[in-house]
């Protein structure tokens, strides 16, 4: 399974951006999709995750509520839509995704396959 992002960039303070991750596996139905972020300096956290059936998971609380994570099986495609940017959300972004439901989905070393990554610049 490869993973491919795109949709990062550079965007001021307040804005969005919508993340984009397709798979080029064939039983895209059967994985659960994780996005994460690394800001430099710091450890890979968890943003969110939408499982094979549909369910989604949310990290931080400066997350919720501003992040949206969806899919499109037809197109084998996970999206992350990020509204509201703030700074602190600079980071690069790294869809991952493992098959059925990850043991424990906020963490990476429960993803088997993982995107090149994307990066994320806020503007203050």
């Known amino acids: 399974v490869q993973l491919v992002e795109s949709g990062g960039g550079l965007v001021q303070a307040g804005g969005s951006l919508r993340l984009s991750c397709e798979s080029s596996?064939?039983?895209?139905?059967?994985?659960?999709m994780g996005w994460f972020r690394q800001a430099p300096g710091k450890e890979r956290e968890f943003v969110a995750c939408?499982?094979?059936?549909?369910?989604?998971?949310y990290g931080p609380n400066s997350v919720k509520g501003r992040f949206t994570v969806s899919r499109d099986n037809a197109k084998k495609t996970v999206y992350l839509q990020m509204n509201s940017l703030k700074p602190e959300d600079t980071a690069v972004y790294y869809c991952?995704?493992?098959?059925?439901?990850?043991?424990?989905?906020?963490?990476?070393?429960?993803?088997?396959?993982w995107g090149q990554g994307v990066q994320v610049t806020v503007s203050s």
């Open positions: 939408i499982s094979w059936s549909g369910g989604t998971t």
């Open positions: 596996g064939r039983t895209f139905t059967s994985y659960s």
């Open positions: 991952a995704a493992d098959l059925g439901l990850p043991g424990r989905v906020e963490d990476p070393h429960s993803y088997t396959f």
